[in-house]
DNA sequence: AGAAAATGTCATAGC
DNA sequence: AAGCTATGACATTTT
């Protein structure tokens, strides 16, 4: 009857979690009410079935029992208990808290005497400590279909092992409870977990120390656990997988999904070996938490989460009361919506924005690009700056002023008093020198050096088509080397290259205009040039801008395309996830529904009843009310067509 | 010779 | 108001 016993409770503990941590309240008062006096409540007393189970100290209730090894349920049991813990090293889960569940189990008359006076205080006890979740209790017991309250084990946080309301169950179950807090996942978890989470737990545990003398059974069940954990992790090979492929940092976002509860869970369960200090820790500090933690806090929530299971939905309570806000492991792992939004972007688009991104840069010359890095300067550079350009060879042909200017001369120099202009006057110290290492001219085309050796150069040069201007081919290379507006102001003997004109400040600029007798031809031209270098120059620095523009948004692309696979990538290992979870979870209801007995004894079937989780934490069994449900909503509806109908 | 790329120029808006 | 910059559109030149 001990390990029947022992079945029952770990199994219905277990579930009671599980379903809490998913925020599904499971009730079986219904079941249990009144069938089986000669069970006893796990902490308040006799001919109670139910228990409000901390999930702490629900942590490897098995212990202390001899649970058969061999038996193939534990197999699953174990594998959806390491899932569990897999999603409690998230950390912060957030759910409801408040357990309330029957455990059905016998006690001993030797028990209840161990036991004593608390189980007659233990309802009090409980009602006055259980104040943070009496709201959350007191939806539990208005719970629909929920049985008859047979008792209720509220114990306090505060309480040792067996001070408050500490009933038989929790007296001999002692070694098990303390196995409990064996498991290291609750303090590796600290670090995951919220300071408030933290701390709770750490007064829990600190609160309830286990006597050493409890140290000895716990051993074997290390042992169990070890061995029943190892087999659970070959059922979940994916998992595992899962946690090695995945770069945890990357893969889990913000918003945290059950896969992302799972590969972090599996990797601190997995790395739990490794950090060898928490499990001494842990097993030193074996505690009784407080059987139930109530509240819909967080706070609250956490030590039991901390010493959850994990949050396993079953298939037809996956929308249930999760906290979508939080980063909780049900949240995220249904938050299918993540991958929705995902698919919504119409990332599959970002294929052609990329092709198109890519063709047009493919289309840019790498040597625009690279000159196109130089800030104002990038033209000059490579056309007129650059060794072949005009201008150094205007400087090898000529050693006027002009050619100077093209080539970075510091200054107009005093050469220009042999220009052939009309009206020239000494400008050399009119205007600050021009530094062509900051200015950009980018004249590739059209410089022509011996344009100041033929000063008789006719206006018909100044057209903006600029054909061949003579027969003498040495002369023509070096006038193709001036610009059009070089060639318009030698033409106009204005006594400035374009590069000063252009550069000059706009108060030495009109100082020229009005200083030097222009004519307004001159004035116009000069006004013309000033402009038109001006937008030569912005339509380099616009080009420039364009093309990194087109560079930016192209690593951009790039980078959502890769963010976009590993999305996808994880939720394909989510979906997988969560089919298996969905699997231990129906196995384990299996489990603890075939330990369960109805009021002749027999087991209850599985296919009659179902296990439900409160949001409180309440564990009950319902039954299947698959014909009166259908008529019940067949009446319903007949009902609204009949009001639609009015 | 023609296409494509690069560059220059104009017009315009905004500061 | 003038000057300057940015930019689209178009022209011109170069490759």
Known sequence: MQIAKKYFTEGLIQLTILLSLIGVRVDIDSYLSGYYTPLIEINLGPSSAYIQTPFHNLRDTLDGYSVHPK???????????????????????????QLNAWLVHQVSATDRADCGPSTSNNTDTSSGLESPGDGARDDSEHLPDSGQEVCQTTPDLGHGPCSAGACGFLKE????????????????????????????????????????????????IDQHWTNLLSLSVTDLDDLDSLV?????????????????????????????????????????QRTIFPLESTGSSHSDVSPGMALGLAALPFASVCNLTGNESSHSALGGCLDEAVFDQINQLGLEGLDTIDTQLMGCLESINP????????????????????????GSSEMSSSSSSYCEDECGATGYSSDVDSLPSKGIVDYTTTWSPVDLSESVWHDHSYPSPAFFNQPSVTLSHKGIKEEPLSDD???????????????????????????????????????????????????????????????????????????????????????????????????QLTAKTMGAVGQQIKQLTRDVLARLRDESGHPLNPER??????????????????????????????????????
Do not use: W
């Open 244 to 284: 090695t492929d995945t770069d945890i940092t990357s893969a889990i976002s913000q918003d945290v999904s059950l896969h992302d509860a799972m590969v972090t869970g599996a990797g601190a369960f997995g790395v739990a070996s490794e950090r060898g200090e928490a499990r001494p820790v842990t097993q030193q």
């Open 367 to 390: 040597q625009v690009l690279e000159d196109l890095d130089s800030d104002s300067g990038l033209s000059l550079e490579s056309s007129s700056g650059g060794p072949v350009s005009p």
């Open 609 to 646: 009843f179902t296990l439900q989780c409160g949001a409180n934490g309440r564990v009950v069994v319902q039954p299947v009310r698959r014909p009166a449900v259908s008529t019940s909503t067949g009446n319903k509806t007949d009902k609204r067509k009949k009001e639609k109908k009015q």
């Open 71 to 97: 038996c193939p349920e534990l197999d699953y049991f174990f594998a959806s208990r390491r899932l569990l813990d897999e999603v409690r090293t998230l950390g912060s889960p957030r759910f409801p808290t």
């Open 473 to 571: 081919d040495g002369t023509m290379s070096e006038e193709r080397e001036l610009s059009r507006d070089e060639l318009r102001a030698r033409t106009m003997c204005i006594p400035f290259s374009v590069l000063q004109i252009v550069n000059m400040p706009v108060e030495e600029f009109l100082e020229v205009l009005d200083g030097h007798g222009f004519s307004p031809e001159q004035v116009t031209l000069l006004r013309d040039i000033r402009r038109r270098g001006k937008n030569k120059l912005a339509a380099q620095n616009c080009r420039k801008r364009k093309l990194d523009a087109i560079t930016g948004l192209q690593e951009e692309v790039e980078r959502l395309q890769a963010q976009r696979d590993r999305l996808l990538r994880d939720k």
């Open 173 to 220: 179950e002692n070694d098990a409870k303390v196995k409990e807090e064996e498991e290291p996942a609750p303090l590796i978890q600290l670090a995951h977990s919220s300071t408030l989470e933290q701390e709770s737990l750490l007064d829990g545990i600190t609160a309830l120390s286990d006597p050493p003398s409890h140290q000895p059974p716990t051993i074997d």
